[in-house]
Every structure is written in structure tokens, then in C-alpha cells.
């Protein structure tokens, strides 16, 4: 594991931890903070759930199915709180649930929602102080909990005399805190993600988002180009900028702290980064159709390390449906955007979300998203059936569209978008790209590459010449999948 980490991170520390992950890139990036912090604060990182003194989940809420998770693995260790192990839920569903996971999976020591990441160490310390008070880990469930709450930094002298103490992390949606630290682990030495913007202010009907993740706040374009920077030192090639919406980033430069006064757009951003030296691929996501701009294809037009692909979640082709989303775009405004896209020096590969079965969606509509993919052929789409989500404004609407009618709409969308991937997959072959190589698939006996496209294209290679994980080689497709491409290294 190559990381930022500093010096006095302790390596052979006994308190053990275990962090599974569910949901987005944002959160899979939240983790390696949360675990730089962890190990940071002398724990050490295991592999099962039976090795760690503490079971931490950092948890998605954006469909109903994803929350369910967290309380199945709940339900599925209870049994190890009578080892003494303590367990914590991070991430949305701990923001969204609050302390009503308490009541529902009693055996949580820790609820921390993302905002309040900044606040681990110290959360960590009261879990810890009132760990070493309990004589014997293992009486420990065996006492009645007692019902009280720890919120954030006022400490409560009570704590050390409880057994089963309740920590809470739940800074709300008006915090103006990034989670910034330099004990980040990244786990892939090659390319890591970068945090740009954090939280979201669109409300778009459906999405808990706004709710779990708190407003939008951006970091200063020179803390992330200094984080660029360093990591371009420790030899990373490839960056991804994150954020739920890194189209509406606002520089905020001149705050206290920020320190200099050129404020960058995100284009501007983006492009700075594309040209720290050593990097050679840059990539963005999540982006929203009403907040892209055309300065963006402008600068991956400009800079050549900016990667051939845009991300911009469509939810459904009818402006009706869109209006009811609250998307604030139009199809046409939509579709003028990937006119841009279309008109880019490069070909730009196109990926997109599309929700079906919102409320009040009906035959016509969802026939409208059918022929957009075929207007703009997408070469991936995330297709998700709606679920309804708490606090959301569509809460409000009647879930009315069966789940069955749901599932077919799925159904049709995904055989149409695979007959379309089909067709654009195919005109690759005979074609070279440069591929970064991903690893080894040794079933297949085939090497793992990742265009610039975002495309997988496995390939083979002559065993003199077998490449490097991490490096970069032209790659000729030979053969299409709808999802993937197979060639043959050139050399
Ligand atoms: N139901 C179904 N899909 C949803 N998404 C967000 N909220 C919901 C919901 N309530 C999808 C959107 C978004 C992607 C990350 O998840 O398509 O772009
Ligand atoms: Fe959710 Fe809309 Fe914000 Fe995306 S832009 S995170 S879909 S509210």
C-alpha cells in the first residue's frame, strides 16, 4: 500500500480494524482517508471480520437495497460483540438512520456520518477510553447498555464507567469542513482519486445525496493541485477528480486558510492538473448536464492527459419525467451538451445513469429514454430501477409503477443499450489505443488494460516483452464484447 502517510503511524500496533465499503467511488475514496486516519491513530488494518477489534462499515443509502446491506452485516456479527469487538457504521446510512441505528442494531458502538470524518480521532479516543474501562471485554454484552449519546467533541465524563458507549458523528448539511488529510492510503500505487467538491445543493426529487453528504463546499484548487503534485512524486499517472457534482466546483480561494488569491474554474482546475508533471491521465466524476459547460471539452481538447470520457447522467430522455425529477435541464439542453462532446477534437466516450419507473413515468416516457440512448450511443449506462428514499421531495409522490414493471422497463433498456454498445464496441477492432495495464487475469492468460475511453481492452503479449502493472502500451482490439474489448500488445 502506497500512501501519504507520516511517520508516526505505528505499524505493529495490537488495535486491529476491518472496514468493508458498500456504494460509490466517493465513498471507496472516503475509506482510504478513513483508514489513513485509522492507521494514523496506531491501528492496523485486517482482512476478516474475526481478526479486527473493531468492525466499521461505511455505508451507501442511495437505493433501498444498498441500506439493507449494512443491516444484514450487522445482523450477521452480532453474535462477535461478546468477543469485545466494537462495530461502527460510517457513510450515508449512519448520516440518513442517525441514532435510530442504535435502536435497531444495538450492538453499534459508532455512528459517523462523512461530514464529521475530521472528528474520528477523537471519536476513536472515547471509544478507546471507555474499551480500556470495561475489565473484561468479553462481560461486555452481558450488561444492560445504557442509553446515551456522545455527540461530537463534548466529551461526557460518564463515558468511562459505561460499557456500551454510543458515539455519534452527525455534523448536518450546513458544515463548511472538507475532509482533508494527509494520511490518505491509497490501495492502487498507480492512480487514486482526488476530492475536488464534497455534498450537493441540487435536490434532484429521488436523491437522499443532499441529505447524507450536507452542502456543497469545494476545496481550493491549490490544496488539490498540492495533493495532485505529491502524488504525481510518489508516481502516480492517472488522477481521478470527485465530487457528486464536479461541474458546480467554486474555487474558494481567499478563505482563511486557502492562502492565495487566482480563483479556477473546474475546467481550469482540471486542466492544471492534467499538466502536473508525471501525470498522464485525469479523469472527473460525477458531472451534472445543467452545470457542464463547454470550457470543459474545450480543455480536454487543449490538454492531451485529460481522458476521452465524460460521465453525464442523464436519469431519463422525457422532459416531463425530468421536470418531475427536478433535473433542471431540458432534453435538448442535454443533448446540446453532448453536441459539444460530439464536436471534440477526440472522440469522446459517453456514459450516462438513467432511473426508470419514477413516479408518474409512463409508456410514452420511458419510450423517450429508449431513443435517446439511440440518439446519443452511450457506451455504458448504470440503469437503476427508482426507490423511493427518506427526506427526498419524491417521497411525497406515489410509488405507483410496480416493481415487476419496474424490472421490465429495466429489462428493455438494458437489451437496448447492449444492442448499441454492440454495434460501437465493434468498430474498435483493428484499432490501437494506449492501455494502462491493470493486472494479470491468469485464467485467461490475459493482461488487463483500461483505455483512455474508460474502455477494458485485455490483451495478450509476448512473454519477452510481458508488461508492467502500471505501465503504458499500444494495445490492437482484435475482437468486441458488448463491454469490453480483447487485442493483442504491439511491439
Ligand atoms: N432510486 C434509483 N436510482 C437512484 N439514483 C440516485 N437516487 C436514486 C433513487 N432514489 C441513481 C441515479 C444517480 C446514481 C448514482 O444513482 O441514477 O445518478
Ligand atoms: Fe443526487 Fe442530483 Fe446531487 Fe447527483 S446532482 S448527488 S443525483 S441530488
Given at each position: ?5 507520516s511517520?508516526n ?8 480494524f476491518?472496514?468493508?465499503t458498500?456504494?460509490c467511488?466517493m ?6 482517508k ?7 491513530e496506531?491501528?492496523?488494518q485486517?482482512e476478516?471480520v474475526?481478526?479486527?477489534d473493531?468492525?466499521?462499515?461505511n455505508t451507501?443509502?442511495?437505493?433501498d437495497?444498498?441500506?439493507q446491506k449494512v443491516?444484514?452485516?450487522l ?8 468477543q469485545?469487538k466494537?462495530?461502527g457504521?460510517?457513510?450515508?446510512v449512519?448520516?440518513?438512520e442517525?441514532?435510530?441505528i442504535?435502536e435497531?442494531?444495538?450492538h453499534v458502538?459508532?455512528?459517523?456520518g462523512?461530514?464529521s ?8 479516543f ?5 474499551w480500556?474501562?470495561?475489565p473484561?471485554r468479553a ?9 446515551f449519546t456522545?455527540?461530537?467533541?463534548t466529551r461526557?465524563p460518564?463515558?468511562a464507567?459505561q460499557?456500551?458507549?454510543r458515539?455519534t458523528?452527525l ?9 482533508e488529510t494527509?494520511?490518505t ?7 487514486g482519486?482526488?476530492?475536488i ?5 441540487k ?10 453528504r450536507g452542502?456543497?463546499r469545494?476545496?481550493?484548487?491549490e ?9 504525481a512524486?510518489l508516481?502516480y499517472?492517472?488522477?481521478?477528480l470527485?465530487?457528486?457534482n464536479v ?5 474558494p480561494a481567499?478563505k482563511?486558510?486557502?492562502g ?6 473546474f475546467?481550469?482546475?482540471?486542466a492544471a492538473?492534467?499538466?502536473v508533471?508525471?501525470?498522464?491521465r ?5 458531472s451534472?448536464p445543467?452545470?457542464f459547460?463547454r470550457d470543459?471539452i474545450?480543455?480536454i481538447?487543449?490538454?492531451p492527459t485529460l481522458?476521452?470520457?465524460v460521465?453525464?447522467p442523464?436519469?431519463s ?5 425530468l421536470n418531475a425529477?427536478q433535473?433542471l435541464?431540458?432534453r435538448e439542453?442535454y ?10 477534437k477526440r ?5 450516462s445513469?438513467?432511473?426508470v419507473?419514477?413516479?408518474g413515468?409512463?409508456?410514452e416516457?420511458f419510450?423517450?429514454t ?5 440518439e446519443v ?6 440503469t437503476f430501477?427508482?426507490?423511493?428514499r427518506p427526506?427526498t421531495?419524491?417521497l411525497?409522490?406515489e410509488d405507483?409503477i410496480?416493481?415487476e414493471?419496474?424490472?421490465r422497463?429495466?429489462e428493455v433498456?438494458?437489451?437496448r443499450?447492449?444492442e ?5 464496441y465493434?468498430k474498435?477492432?483493428g484499432?490501437?489505443?494506449?492501455v ?6 491468469e ?5 488487463i488494460?483500461r ?9 495478450t503479449?509476448?512473454?519477452p516483452?510481458?508488461p508492467?502493472v502500471?505501465?503504458y502500451?499500444?494495445?490492437r482490439?482484435t ?5 469490453s474489448?480483447v487485442g493483442?500488445?504491439?511491439?
Amino acid at each position: 500500500m502506497k500512501g501519504l502517510y507520516s511517520k508516526n503511524m505505528s505499524v505493529d500496533s495490537n488495535k486491529t480494524f476491518y472496514l468493508e465499503t458498500f456504494g460509490c467511488q466517493m465513498n471507496v475514496h472516503d475509506s482510504e482517508k478513513v483508514i489513513g486516519t485509522l492507521v494514523h491513530e496506531g491501528y492496523r488494518q485486517v482482512e476478516t471480520v474475526e481478526q479486527a477489534d473493531l468492525i466499521l462499515y461505511n455505508t451507501c443509502s442511495i437505493r433501498d437495497k444498498a441500506e439493507q446491506k449494512v443491516f444484514h452485516r450487522l445482523a450477521d456479527y452480532k453474535k462477535l460483540l461478546a468477543q469485545g469487538k466494537k462495530f461502527g457504521v460510517l457513510g450515508c446510512v449512519a448520516q440518513q438512520e442517525g441514532e435510530k441505528i442504535f435502536e435497531r442494531a444495538p450492538h453499534v458502538s459508532l455512528v459517523c456520518g462523512s461530514a464529521s470524518y475530521r472528528k474520528l480521532p477523537e471519536m476513536l479516543f472515547e471509544l478507546e477510553k471507555n474499551w480500556a474501562a470495561v475489565p473484561n471485554r468479553a462481560e461486555e454484552s452481558q450488561v444492560p447498555s445504557s442509553e446515551f449519546t456522545h455527540s461530537g467533541n463534548t466529551r461526557n465524563p460518564r463515558l468511562a464507567t459505561q460499557s456500551l458507549v454510543r458515539i455519534t458523528g452527525l455534523d448536518d448539511r450546513e458544515t463548511d469542513e472538507c475532509f482533508e488529510t494527509e494520511f490518505t492510503a491509497r490501495t492502487n500505487p498507480h492512480r487514486g482519486y482526488i476530492t475536488i467538491i464534497e455534498g450537493c445543493d441540487k435536490f434532484c426529487a429521488y436523491c437522499v445525496v443532499p441529505f447524507t453528504r450536507g452542502k456543497e463546499r469545494s476545496r481550493t484548487s491549490e490544496s488539490v493541485l498540492a495533493e495532485a503534485r505529491q502524488m504525481a512524486d510518489l508516481g502516480y499517472t492517472e488522477i481521478q477528480l470527485l465530487g457528486q457534482n464536479v461541474n458546480s466546483y467554486k474555487d474558494p480561494a481567499g478563505k482563511p486558510g486557502g492562502g492565495f488569491s487566482r480563483k479556477r474554474t473546474f475546467a481550469e482546475l482540471l486542466a492544471a492538473v492534467g499538466e502536473v508533471p508525471g501525470i498522464r491521465r485525469v479523469r472527473f466524476t460525477t458531472s451534472h448536464p445543467r452545470d457542464f459547460g463547454r470550457d470543459i471539452i474545450e480543455a480536454i481538447d487543449a490538454v492531451p492527459t485529460l481522458c476521452d470520457h465524460v460521465h453525464l447522467p442523464v436519469q431519463s430522455g422525457s422532459d416531463r419525467v425530468l421536470n418531475a425529477m427536478q433535473r433542471l435541464y431540458t432534453r435538448e439542453q442535454y443533448m446540446e451538451r453532448i453536441a459539444w462532446m460530439k464536436a471534440a477534437k477526440r472522440e469522446i466516450s459517453i456514459t450516462s445513469d438513467v432511473i426508470v419507473g419514477f413516479p408518474g413515468e409512463t409508456e410514452e416516457d420511458f419510450a423517450e429514454t429508449l431513443s435517446l440512448l439511440d440518439e446519443v450511443g452511450y457506451d455504458s449506462v448504470f440503469t437503476f430501477k427508482y426507490s423511493p428514499r427518506p427526506n427526498t421531495p419524491s417521497l411525497a409522490l406515489e410509488d405507483a409503477i410496480p416493481d415487476e414493471e419496474k424490472a421490465r422497463r429495466l429489462e428493455v433498456l438494458m437489451a437496448r443499450q447492449r444492442e448499441i454498445q454492440i454495434a460501437r464496441y465493434k468498430k474498435y477492432i483493428g484499432i490501437i489505443s494506449e492501455v494502462m495495464v491493470e493486472g494479470r487475469n491468469e485464467s485467461r492468460a490475459q493482461w488487463i488494460g483500461r483505455t483512455s475511453q474508460n474502455k477494458t481492452l485485455n490483451f495478450t503479449a509476448p512473454e519477452p516483452s510481458a508488461p508492467k502493472v502500471g505501465s503504458y502500451v499500444p494495445v490492437r482490439a482484435t475482437a468486441s464484447f458488448p463491454n469490453s474489448l480483447v487485442g493483442e500488445m504491439v511491439v
